[in-house]
């Protein structure tokens, strides 16, 4: 099951203590849905030799996008939904 995967996944990084997680943000298109990590900017806790590396985006299908919905509410991990329309 993908959605069970990207859960582990995004539970580890909200554990992280190097980086502030503070949720996702979900863009939904017409044929999938980026996903974002989203973080605090806190940029007193940034070690100034070495650049702040955010987790890269990931694209879902709309399917594991549904799988993955209860399974963040259920685990309380907050997100947005966005589906914004492009003229």
């Given amino acids: 099951m993908k959605a069970q ?3 582990s ?3 580890l990084e909200k554990e992280r203590e190097d980086r502030n997680f503070t949720g996702l943000e ?3 298109r017409d044929k999938g849905v980026v996903m974002n990590y989203k973080y605090d900017d806190d940029v ?3 070690d100034v ?3 702040r590396y955010d987790k890269d985006p990931e694209v879902l299908h709309l399917d594991t996008f549904e799988e993955l919905k209860p399974l963040l ?3 309380n991990v907050p997100f947005k939904e966005r589906r914004d329309d492009f003229m």
């Fill in 5 to 7: 995967s990207l859960l």
């Fill in 9 to 11: 996944q995004i539970l």
């Fill in 26 to 28: 979900f863009n939904v």
């Fill in 44 to 46: 007193t806790a940034v």
């Fill in 49 to 51: 030799h070495r650049p």
């Fill in 73 to 75: 509410y259920e685990k």
